[in-house]
């Protein structure tokens, strides 16, 4: 075994510690040394803390800078705010790195999906700027900087010259914003310069969901304010067989946290049936930001081979395996290939 | 037969206005601002692209740009012509700003967000 990694680990709530379990296991069976420091998110703590992000918790993802998170709820029109917002703001995670990348079992009408998508991660109209301006009038301010726009376009070139990326496209409206999204692709195009190895380019947002969705295939690597990548990301989740399997990334300069971008479905919690792909690539990927790569590949390969003989899948992919019938599956794939 | 715009404007409900609070927008490049009360407006939180900066924790790697929200709440019943003398005191003692929001509160509950 190499260097033991410290990391945070979010359960969350409803079906989310039943799926972190299944996680932990596969990744713990795969060679790295990793100590797990359990803690707190979510609507369980409300009760217990009063707030959905417990100060305990965000010294913990301090102190040790990475984390992996299971699915969190938001309450709706309620006061409190998203556990999920608030630690993007924290710990200024301003890189929302979504990959979509076609899982070779699961079918799709396409035959090639390889697209990392860069959100920024902390401002545009979540920068929870808004107020009633009369008795009839709501208003939300948008919110963008150029060193807000700047460092997700220097980052998410930096990854694609890394990764042996070819391509960057900043996706905007600045026909129509002409002030904010327009001071968002002019950073784009500055740091575009530093970069002459990476081609770039701009498109229209609008243009680029029928893009995407016509012929996805031309697209390499996505930079997007926050409200676009909110919804684009999601669009690119379900080219590639929905959110079930779409792992999650918010990095910042000093922390990175990993997570499944679904919902916690609190109506099958407990039963041990969702499917947790989606954490399990989100802790992939952690595995290779944390330069883990052997083990990240040698769990990915089995997790393909268990999706492929369809013998111990979750009920959305047509099995009827439980949660941890399909993670110890896994294990066992990744044992009998040792 | 009213229009869709019609029947919409019709559907307007009376809600009581009180004033409880003022967001100033400060421009500043020497880092979070620092307030005593200006009359009966008491400064309770400062915002920087979205995230409280003060009080409270603040990460040393937050990026951080020279527009502050101010959130000054009013420390007993205020009136419109009360926003004007803080405006001005608020100018006078050299603060550069680049707008201001009346916070109000509808039928006793706010319109206007809290910070993260």
């Known amino acids: 075994m190499g260097k033991q990694h410290v990391v945070t680990m979010l359960p969350g709530e409803g079906t989310g510690p039943e799926i972190c379990e299944a996680v932990r296991l596969v990744i713990d069976a795969s060679g790295v040394d990793i100590k797990w420091e359990y803690e707190d998110i979510g609507l369980d703590c409300l009760e217990k803390y009063g707030t959905l992000l417990p100060d305990k918790t965000i010294q913990n993802i301090a102190k040790n800078k990475v984390a992996l998170k299971g699915p969190t709820t938001t309450p709706i029109g309620t006061g409190h705010k998203s556990a999920n917002v608030t630690l993007r703001k924290v710990f200024d995670l301003y890189a929302n790195v979504r990959p979509a990348k076609l899982i070779p079992v699961l079918k799709r009408p396409w035959d090639k999906i390889d697209i990392i998508n860069f959100r920024e991660n902390t401002e545009d109209s979540y920068a929870a700027i808004e107020h009633m301006v009369s008795d009839e009038v709501a208003q939300c301010l ?18 694609a010259k890394d990764n042996g990326r070819k391509k960057v496209w900043c996706v905007h409206k600045a ?13 784009f195009r500055e740091v575009a310069k530093k970069y002459p190895d990476i081609e770039s380019g701009d498109i229209i947002v609008d243009n680029c969901c029928m893009q995407l969705v016509r012929n996805p295939a031309q697209f390499d690597c996505l930079v997007l304010p926050n409200l676009y990548g909110d919804i684009l990301t999601d669009l690119c989740a379900g080219l590639v067989g929905g959110l079930g399997f779409a792992p999650g990334a918010n990095v910042g300069d000093g922390c990175a946290i990993f997570e499944a971008v679904h919902g916690s479905a609190p109506k099958y919690a407990g039963m041990k049936k969702v499917n947790p792909s989606a954490v399990l690539v989100s802790g992939i990927m952690m595995l ?34 439980k949660t941890d019938e399909y993670a110890q599956a896994i294990v066992d794939k990744m044992h009998a290939k040792a | 037969m009213p229009t869709f715009t019609e029947t919409a404007k019709a559907t307007k409900k009376k809600r009581d206005i ?39 924790f603040v990460s ?27 405006l001005d005191a608020l100018t006078k003692k050299g603060w550069w700003w680049s707008a201001a929001q009346k916070l109000w509160n509808y039928d006793g509950e706010a319109g206007f967000s809290k910070a993260y």
């Not at chain 1, 060193?147 to 220097?154: E, K, N, Q, T, V």
Request: charged letters at 25%; hydrophobic letters at 45%; proline letters at 4%.
């Open chain 1, 142 to 159: 948008k919110v963008i900087t150029w060193p807000g726009s700047y460092r997700i376009a220097d980052f998410a070139f930096k990854w």
């Open chain 1, 175 to 187: 026909n129509i914003m002409k002030m904010t999204d327009g001071l968002f692709l002019d950073a």
């Open chain 1, 288 to 321: 290779r930001w944390l330069g883990e790569e052997a083990a990240a590949a040698r769990i990915e390969k089995a997790m393909f081979a268990v999706l492929d003989e369809r013998k111990h899948v979750t009920y959305d992919v047509g099995g009827t395996a």
């Open chain 2, 18 to 56: 009180k004033l409880v609070g003022i967001d100033m927008y400060i421009i500043t490049d020497k880092g979070i601002p620092k307030f005593d009360d200006i009359g009966p407006f008491k400064c309770e939180f400062i915002s920087n692209r979205g995230t409280k900066v003060w009080p409270g």
């Open chain 2, 60 to 86: 040393p790697d937050l990026l951080q740009v020279n527009w502050y929200r101010c959130r000054f709440m009013a420390t007993k019943d205020v009136q419109d012509a009360d926003v004007n003398t803080f």
